[in-house]
């Protein structure tokens, strides 16, 4: 009698991780060229997969709400896909994109869209949780995603991918896990705005960072998050011209926050970023030590499902 055994596709057991936190400027072609330099590098440091910022290409426009804007849209497939297909093809890497999408006129995604290592279109993601707030004007660009909270497969694992502002949520995350995401990935855009207190904004900063490493925690898996990082002015979103700005304006521009992070399944930070400067890093996540903690901590397995109903309530009067 031959061997009956299943085969088993055995995971890796250590996985590159290649992050990019870099400031933008109004010139989308020079943000795009630094981008594929850094990938470049990345990939000669061994990274497998490369993680880059929300909304990449450009500034990030919605400080203000400007329907000129929407000519910066692009259909998916379309020029973005096929540049950074192109480069996880050359370099034989999954990319982690995040892209303005243009469905349709009048009908605008925030999409983060993974390329394989083959270059080609993995899967997308579109946000789902959309902010509206001083500077934070998401809601008049972006349609809430109808694409659901699903992971995407690649040939370096399944991966969990959000965007920024659903970052804070749970559900989120535990959805994404329930499916077997290997790790939670968040490209992401936040900083400080320029009215609020030195001491308020450290507070955000730290409220960010723990509630991800929270998610890490209670879901016993890597989460990688990747922030951009300096001043972004409105001024620069007017074809790149300084103006004058208003006196009157609440603020003047949002100084992002950087600290891109990588955390271990039990919240341990294993590479944070600094606050006001670009940086390029490879982080190795150890795949096994994560299966051995979801052994230790079996959240998963005492959950008392049963009992959930009322978490898709808005509210419990």
């Known amino acids: 009698m031959g061997d009956s055994s299943v085969a088993v596709i055995k995971k890796k057991k250590e996985m590159k991780i290649g992050i990019i936190q870099q400031h933008n400027t109004a010139d989308i072609e020079d943000n795009k060229r630094r981008l594929a330099q850094k990938i470049e590098e990345l990939a000669g440091r061994g990274a497998q997969l490369v993680v880059l910022q929300e909304l990449h290409n450009g500034l ?60 080609t279109i993995a899967g997308k993601y579109r946000k789902m949780h959309i902010p509206d707030d001083p500077a934070y004007y998401e809601k008049f660009y972006f349609t809430p995603g109808d694409l659901g909270f699903h992971p995407i497969d690649t040939s370096v694992g399944r991966l969990g991918v959000l965007v920024c502002w659903d970052q804070w949520y749970p559900e989120a995350a535990r959805l994404m896990v329930l499916q077997g995401a290997d790790m939670l990935i968040y490209p992401t855009a936040i900083g400080y705005e320029s009215s609020d207190t030195p001491e308020e904004q450290q507070r955000q900063r730290e409220a960010w960072t723990t509630v991800q490493r929270g998610h890490a925690v209670a879901n016993g898996l890597p989460v990688i998050t990747v922030n951009r990082v300096g001043v972004e002015r409105l001024e620069e979103l007017k074809d790149g011209k300084a103006e004058k700005m208003e006196e009157d304006k609440p603020f003047q521009h949002i100084q992002f926050w950087g600290s891109s992070f990588v955390a271990g399944p039990q919240g341990e930070l294993l590479y944070r970023a600094s606050e006001d400067q670009e940086e390029t890093a490879v982080v190795e996540i150890d ?13 998963l397995r005492d959950r008392r499902i049963e009992d959930y109903q009322d978490i898709t309530r808005r509210f419990i009067d």
């Open 60 to 119: 990030y426009f919605c400080q203000e709400e400007n329907v000129d804007l929407f000519n910066q849209a692009e259909p998916i497939p379309g020029p973005s896909t096929d540049f950074y297909g192109a480069l996880a093809k050359r370099f034989g890497l999954v990319i982690v994109t995040s892209l303005f999408e243009r469905r349709a006129a009048g009908l605008y995604h925030n999409t983060a869209v993974v390329m394989d290592a083959d270059g």
């Open 287 to 299: 795949m096994e030590r994560c299966e051995n903690v979801r052994r230790w901590w079996p959240f």
